[in-house]
């Protein structure tokens, strides 16, 4: 039989659980972002640190854990790999044509829970395609495009 001490230490962790349930799922809240805006193209030329374009030779990708999504949750992402074959550099320095560059792009695969935040790049092209990439920084050997507007596909009919 549970006595008036015993009920109000109940009541009391009781409180404690909800409260903390509440502060935990404002801080999920708080801690998401929202989607990225597409770039007009004067911000994409004038933010670009290269604009290059090449022709797709490969596409490649991987499951991995997320590092744009660090919310609570099992986050996900698609990350492509794009091996170009560049036709063109029309801004940057330490690429020429004819030179093979590779591409990292990423897009969201699991989301649980559900958050709304960055959802990528979009599109990502298929072998074959003609695409203008705007360069916002390189890792590595790597180009990083903006987000999410970053990759133009120029010829939307892959060369088979």
């Known amino acids: 039989m ?3 001490g015993q009920v109000l230490e109940v009541r009391t ?3 404690h659980i909800t409260a903390a349930a509440i502060a935990g799922l404002m801080a999920m809240g708080a801690s998401s972002s929202a989607a990225v805006a597409p770039l007009s193209p004067e ?13 797709v030779l490969e ?3 991987r499951i991995e854990k997320s590092q744009f999504e660090r919310a609570f949750g099992l986050h996900r992402d698609r990350v492509f790999t ?11 320095k330490g690429v020429k044509p004819g030179e093979k560059i590779i591409v990292t792009a990423w897009q969201p ?3 649980i829970p559900p958050l709304p935040g960055p959802q990528g790049h979009s599109p ?3 072998k074959g395609q003609v695409v203008t990439v705007h360069v916002v920084s390189r890792k590595g050997t790597s ?3 903006f987000m999410p507007n970053g990759i133009q596909i120029e010829d939307p009919k892959p060369a088979r």
Do not use: C, D, Y
Request: no cysteine; net charge positive.
């Open 2 to 4: 549970i006595q008036g």
């Open 124 to 126: 990502v092209p298929e």
């Open 109 to 111: 695969a699991t989301r």
């Open 43 to 55: 911000n994409l030329r004038k933010g670009s640190t290269h604009i290059i374009t090449g022709r």
């Open 13 to 15: 962790m009781l409180h």
């Open 59 to 61: 596409v490649k990708s």
């Open 143 to 145: 180009f990083m495009p």
């Open 82 to 92: 794009i091996r170009l074959q560049v036709m063109k550099v029309s801004k940057g």
